[in-house]
């Protein structure tokens, strides 16, 4: 009698061993999808529309910036939705998201997600 109810506890233990792993899939994937589809729309205008972009808001080394933050968002999320390097990607991509709430977000609002230029008379 005591092996069957250690087997079953070894069974629904594992059930929830399952579970915990795959529990984060789902945050993964829309997390990753997020930053990889931003990078992905960058890219459909052009790096240098970005470029441009970053030198009107006064980014030193537009173009290296442009550039690095296009491949961050694009290989990070890559990197989040398989679970590789999580730890490790992360801190770049916390970056890239604070300087986009601080330079564009704030001042220009959340309707700035299809800023298409910036100019001084602003978005």
């Known amino acids: 009698m ?6 079953i506890e070894m069974l629904s233990r594992s059930r929830w061993d399952t579970a915990a792993r795959w529990a984060p899939f789902p945050l993964r994937l829309i997390a990753g ?3 990889m589809e931003h990078g992905f ?3 459909a205008r052009g790096w240098e529309a970005f ?3 970053l030198h009107a808001i006064g980014v030193p080394a537009q173009n290296f910036m442009a550039w690095s933050t296009i491949m961050i968002e694009v290989f990070g999320g890559l990197a989040i939705i398989l679970g590789a390097f999580v730890t490790l990607v992360s ?3 916390a970056a890239v998201l604070l300087v986009a709430m601080f330079t564009v977000h704030l001042p220009y609002g959340f309707s700035s ?9 602003g978005a």
């Open 2 to 7: 005591r092996a069957a109810a250690t087997l």
């Open 33 to 35: 999808y997020g930053f």
């Open 41 to 43: 729309a960058k890219l």
């Open 51 to 53: 470029a441009a972009i």
């Open 91 to 93: 801190i770049p991509l």
């Open 113 to 121: 997600i299809k800023l298409i230029a910036v100019t001084a008379a």
